[in-house]
């Protein structure tokens, strides 16, 4: 066991993806994996482990914002030996060149958070993804003829804001859209020397406030999965 995660040591397989909801990392489990087994409910942040295609597959929650994703992918990767986490999430687009449903590999991601400087040293606004991962799901959605956007995202630790509008550091380096996780993430395996990644789905759009009906995002949820899924397949 780790301080949060409850779990055996060999519960937790070497590929974890990790929505920030934990009943979205349940309706993963119960929709894409066989063999299912709970492995931690601690603070009922849900973590499955189960098979997609013969192949062993955790999946589990990262709560929201830095520190959270912080505590939970660093145990994973020090303490459980997983070797490669994919963030699945949704985003907020800050430009109108993005739709609803379309889907981001993330290259870097921006950020205001001190994360990465007060826990490793590591100097910096951005981060880029971590390992082979990155190329892996582009090379994965080529192959399925998927359209993914790449490019770099503003990973905020704010969610309301006093001044609407896209915030400078996002503007100044053409971030696409927003979340609130990836920064720690990609600080986490640069330091561990794991692999990281983080794919996306655009729930909403902030310039013309279009979002996802509840219906919709399990529907947008379920394209994202089959990428991730597919990729790690022959990971």
């Given at each position: 066991m780790s301080i949060h995660i409850s779990a055996?040591?060999?519960d937790i397989a070497p590929i974890v993806l990790m929505p920030g909801d934990p009943l979205r990392a349940k309706y993963i489990a119960d929709n894409f994996l066989t063999d299912v087994?709970?492995?931690?409910?601690v603070r009922n942040a849900f973590y499955f482990t189960g098979q997609y295609k013969n192949k062993a597959i955790s999946v589990g929650a990262s709560g929201m914002g830095c520190?959270?994703?912080g505590i939970y992918s660093y145990e994973l990767y020090n303490e459980?030996?997983?070797e490669c986490i994919i963030r699945v999430g949704t985003c907020g687009a800050y430009t109108t060149?993005?739709?609803?449903f379309d889907i981001i590999n993330v290259e870097r991601a921006f950020s205001e958070s001190t994360y990465a400087l007060h826990a490793f040293g590591i100097e910096g606004d951005h981060l880029y993804?971590?390992?082979?991962i990155y190329k892996a799901i582009n090379d994965t959605a080529a192959k399925k003829?998927?359209?993914?956007i790449k490019g770099a995202i503003h990973s905020s630790d704010i969610f309301y804001r006093a001044k609407p509008g896209t915030p400078p550091i996002a503007e100044k380096n053409n971030c696409v859209a927003v979340e609130m996780e990836s920064f720690a993430l990609f600080a986490n395996?640069?330091?561990?020397?794991k692999s990281a990644a983080t794919l996306l789905t655009v729930s909403d759009i902030i310039p013309t406030h279009e979002q996802m009906s509840s219906a919709d995002r399990e529907k947008a949820l379920k394209d994202m999965m089959e990428l991730a899924l597919e990729t790690v397949l022959d990971f």
């Open positions: 055996a040591k060999g087994k709970l492995v931690n409910s520190p959270s994703i459980y030996d997983v060149d993005l739709r609803l993804h971590e390992g082979k003829g998927m359209h993914i395996a640069k330091y561990l020397q």
